[in-house]
């Protein structure tokens, strides 16, 4: 009898006490329809017989996607068949169905990896997804599914003999009893109709069905504590019994996954964690994609390196799978990788050793200690910055991506040491750490890793735990015994896009709303599968809201191409940038869903997060004022003093409630240019702690992937106080009783509030809602003193998914406007914007949308197609218009204009000259001066990135567009022009430029 500790869907123990798992047959008997079938095709229970050294893949969704992060379903497998040697390659993608597998532009197709592998069996998983379209879909799914078999059939993929199958069902829809939830009745009948139709094409085709569908509806049935995570996904523990259902089927003898297993398990996760970076390889759009063609020095290309990368990866699992075989069998093993190919040699560009260098976005390879470092950052008068913590006394402080603080005060940081990832060989030491400041002095005292985790690109506290990237998944992690290191770790969502590591989901952050927001960049494909409806598959640049208690998963809003950070004022106004443009908006309600509105004019580029003042530390007047952080050109912080009632300027007239940003002076400023401020949060002192990514090399198109230059060790946390004013009182939260935190959301302070929240989420919501009942009942809705306090008790409603409407409109009608148009939002998201209804979630095909272009009347017809193609490559992702704006007006003093500039008369050498090797320093257009001092970058090559063709369709384009009106520019003058120019490596000077070819007067 097996004894084990009741658990909660997260893997926590719930209570200290054990009790003994209920004795069960090891198979049951599936379906009677089902059953019918598999008699008759001579394969009672779905048994196949594997035979020694086949190759086993997995296709499908994200049933199949998530036993590679468990192991137990291929361990028991392993076990039940000690003498096979098999080896397994996982090749599912949450989303995927039988006919639509979207990927990243350049990923090899599903039949080349079959044949990469050289496939004896497939495993094949479908139908989840696909049992949305009901009774009416099944005929479809039924022929898309032979059809399937068929064509890989003949495609004999280990290069001999037909690939054999196993079709395995999807597993049932687990009823958690949970509110939050659907119950999963209707899913359930759908998929066993999908069930059904699965097992009459095994039998038509004659290859072997597994049910999964009944065996999982009896272990719910068993089971005391939940075996998923929101009904449809398998907890580890979930997988674990499903290994015996899989196991039993397939060697015909009952199997059961068990503790004695975890020695296998653990060779098995060794293999899957280098497989699973060969074929789900972070960066893809360097090795396959866009910028895979991009070459630096003696003309090496991403894709020389990284291609290669993918054959070291298959070696290294390779190795593994012999380990997995000796575990089997009970002996020790350790891999042997010295038939690994070395890895290809990459000579940096740092300091001009490219073309595509520039020695002016660059920093300098002479890193300045951090104290010396830190007198190069200037903070305006009355403030003070000191250093809390750095590289030389933490060395797992490397470039540090985010940082939180917890409810008991503590600043986190993820720290992204293999930027751009992990590379093969080569130490894991990506991770979330904590730095606490045991005496208050306002320097860390140590460093505590709470866990490894890969790409932590962003992370937020939640629910007792927290939530952080790790592309392509977001992981739950939890501390249950207090010593700061996570003991549990749950897949809580898959399907992120990880393309282009750094452009996708980032900076985290837990609304008041509940949901957990984080934005992502182009080149991402996304595919989010829920309870609710179909997935959520997208390539849109957007910012997505994640509602993890209802597990609702949507596209907020559009934000193109690469946004990055966002945060929430006091009164829930929502803000958000897009890094490389180093745009920001505020987030609104429209129509049925919510869009951005831009909240400033642009000043810098590229941005990496923003954050609103609110701090009894820091001055009166700047309180709820906006930041800005910069990491190249301007190097540091802006500031801007958002008006919330009522603004016009020129053109601009916005109505209460729709935020407009007026710049101040500097805030922050850095002159070390190896200074790269990634993030920016206020501590529990009421500070504003700076993380400092502090790189040579900030730029991903300039330098080679793996430029032996990026920086691995540097690391720096600031922080800044203002010296005339004390600190701000510590406020208790971590541990307190309901009462007491729901007196935390009277405090003045948006991050006492904030973490008291964060708090409140991991307390039970009946608990939660009759003491904020109690307290909504102390406050009176007619005073504007108590109009946040009673915001604060709707959104805690919404956050714990408890409607009260009467609360709602008590809101609705505060005496502060502010507070009246978040109960509309709150109403809206109750409403029209509810996830849960739509399954109007956009599915796509995976193609770029075509930018729409409007050709003008004057010109000629012989070029139009050339026009339209200068449009596209205009609005390419960081481009002309990412910079000079789509309406070719530039941004302030920043980016000069395109539109009536001076510089597009008719002298083609100079804009050719000027598009091919970029241009730096300052220069005058218009009569208007743009330059490094007004925080001005230089221009980027770009005679790698586009032909000649391409240079003159572009050129064509903005000289004739915005009311410009130009002749068109020849590709063959391109092309005479690049050639005499070939060997030249540094931009042009814009003096040096019009030296040689003057403005026409």
């Known amino acids: 009898m097996k004894i084990r500790a009741r658990v909660d869907k997260y893997g926590v123990p719930r209570a200290s006490y054990y009790f003994p798992m209920k004795s ?48 137990w379903v291929e361990a028991l497998v392993q076990k039940t068949h000690p003498e096979h040697q098999l080896r397994f390659r996982n090749m599912a993608f949450p989303g995927d169905t039988v006919d639509s597998r979207p990927r990243n532009k350049g990923f090899t197709p599903p039949e080349q990896y079959l044949a990469h592998c050289k496939a004896d069996v ?99 049935a068993e089971s005391d504590a939940p075996l998923t995570l929101n009904g449809i996904h398998l907890l580890p523990d979930g997988n674990r019994k499903l290994a015996g259902v899989i196991a039993s089927a397939l060697s015909g003898k009952a199997a059961e996954a068990d503790t004695s297993l975890e020695t296998v398990r653990q060779a098995v996760l060794d293999k899957n964690w280098h497989w699973h970076n060969r074929y789900r390889a972070v960066n893809g759009n360097d090795i396959w994609g866009s910028r895979a063609g991009l070459a630096f020095v003696d003309g090496q290309k991403n894709s020389d390196v990284l291609v290669h990368e993918l054959k070291i990866l298959d070696v290294m699992t390779a190795n593994r799978d012999p380990g997995i075989w000796a575990a089997v069998k009970g002996q020790s093993f350790t891999p042997d990788d010295s038939n690994v190919p070395p890895a290809v040699e990459v000579i940096s560009n740092v300091g001009g050793g490219s073309k595509s260098s520039s020695a002016q976005k660059e920093g300098s390879v002479d890193y300045l200690d951090p104290k010396e470092a830190i007198s190069k950052i200037i903070v305006p008068e009355g403030y003070e910055l000191n250093l809390f913590a750095d590289e030389s006394r933490f060395p797992e402080l490397a470039n540090p991506v985010q940082l939180q603080v917890d409810t008991k005060g503590r600043l986190w940081a993820a720290c992204w040491g293999t930027y751009p990832k992990w590379e093969p060989l080569k130490p894991m030491n990506d991770s979330l750490m904590i730095f606490p400041d045991d005496d208050g002095d306002g320097v860390a005292d140590r460093a505590v890793e709470f866990a490894k985790v890969h790409n932590p690109l962003g992370f937020e506290f939640w629910n007792g735990g927290v939530i952080v990237t790790s592309q392509p998944d977001i992981l739950f992690l939890k501390d249950t015994d207090g010593d700061d290191v996570a003991d549990v770790r749950i897949v809580l969502l898959q399907g992120i896009g990880s393309a282009d590591s750094h452009h996708a989901a980032n900076n985290l952050i837990y609304g008041p709303d509940g949901a957990i927001y984080w934005q992502s960049g182009i080149f991402l494909r996304n595919a989010h599968e ?75 580029r590229p941005v990496t997060a923003n954050a609103v003042i609110s701090s009894t530390n820091f001055p009166d007047d700047i309180q709820q004022d906006f930041l800005v952080l910069n990491v190249i050109g301007y190097l540091g912080i802006k500031r801007y003093d958002l008006h919330r009632d009522g603004f016009s300027e020129g053109k601009i007239n916005y109505k209460q409630g729709e935020v407009w940003g007026t710049p101040t002076d500097n805030f922050v400023v850095g002159t070390d240019k190896n200074f790269r401020p990634s993030d920016a949060v206020f501590g529990a002192d009421g500070a504003l702690y700076i993380s400092d990514w502090h790189n040579v090399i900030i730029g991903h198109m300039q330098h080679n992937i793996r430029d032996p230059k990026r920086d691995k060790k540097h690391g720096r946390i600031y922080r800044m106080i203002y010296k005339d004013r004390p600190l701000q009182e510590k406020v208790a939260i971590h541990g307190l009783p309901i009462t007491a935190l729901l007196k935390n959301l009277e405090h003045p302070i948006d991050d006492v509030r904030h973490r008291t929240r964060i708090e409140l989420s991991a307390h039970d919501t009946k608990e939660v809602i009759a003491a904020a009942e109690a307290w909504v009942k102390t406050l009176d809705p007619k005073k504007e003193e108590h109009a946040l306090h009673l915001l604060e008790a709707l959104w805690l409603h919404q956050q714990h998914n408890v409607r009260n409407q009467a609360l709602l409109s008590t809101v609705l009608a505060s005496p502060n406007p502010h507070v009246r148009i978040a109960a509309a939002t709150v109403k809206h998201l109750w409403g029209s914007a509810d996830p849960t209804k739509g399954k109007g979630q956009p599915v796509d095909n995976g193609e770029e949308e075509p930018i729409k272009v409007t050709v003008p009347a004057h010109l000629p017809k012989e070029l139009v197609e050339t026009y339209i193609k200068g449009a596209e490559i205009y609005a390419r992702e960081a481009h002309c218009g990412t910079c000079h704006m789509p309406d070719g007006k530039g941004q302030a003093s920043t980016y000069p204009p395109l539109a009536a500039s001076d510089w597009l008369d008719a002298n083609d050498e100079r804009l050719i000259k000027l598009i091919l090797h970029g241009i730096e320093g300052p220069m005058v257009v218009n009569g208007k001066k743009y330059g490094p001092e007004q925080g001005t970058p230089p221009m980027t090559r770009f005679a790698e990135l586009i032909n000649d063709e391409e240079v003159a369709a572009v050129l064509t384009y903005v000289r004739n567009s915005w009311g410009n009106q130009g002749a068109a520019v020849k590709p063959e003058t391109v092309a005479a022009i690049r050639k005499a120019h070939e060997k030249r490596f540094i931009p042009w000077n814009a003096d040096a430029l019009l030296k040689e070819h003057p403005l026409k007067k």
């Open 24 to 71: 069960r047959p090891a198979c049951r008997l599936p379906h009677p329809f089902i059953l019918s079938l598999l008699i008759g095709m001579g394969i009672a229970h779905g048994q196949l017989p594997l035979q020694k050294e086949d190759v086993i893949c997995l296709v499908g969704n994200g049933l199949p996607d998530r036993m590679q992060h468990d192991g």
């Open 122 to 220: 497939i495993f094949v998983f479908f139908g989840y997804n696909e049992s949305f379209a009901g009774e009416a879909g099944v005929p479809k799914f039924k022929q898309s599914m032979a059809a399937m078999i068929d064509k890989y059939r003949g495609l004999k993929f280990n290069g001999e003999s037909e690939p054999r199958f196993v079709l395995f069902s999807p597993i049932a829809h687990e009823n958690l009893d949970d509110p939050n939830l659907p119950d999963g009745s209707a899913n359930n009948r759908n998929l066993l109709l999908y069930t059904q139709a699965l097992a009459e094409v095994a039998a038509e085709k004659k290859v072997a069905f597994v049910d999964l569908f009944a065996p999982t509806q009896r272990l719910y």
């Open 530 to 604: 829920h309870p609710w409806g179909p997935p959520l598959s997208t390539g849109a640049s957007a910012m997505y809201r994640f509602d993890p208690r209802r597990y609702t998963i949507s596209v907020h809003a559009g934000n193109n191409p690469n946004p990055h950070g966002s945060s929430f004022d006091r009164w829930g106004y929502h803000y958000a940038n897009d890094a490389t443009g180093g745009k920001s908006f505020q987030v609104r309600p429209e129509g049925n869903g919510f869009k951005m509105f831009q909240l400033v004019q642009k000043e810098v």
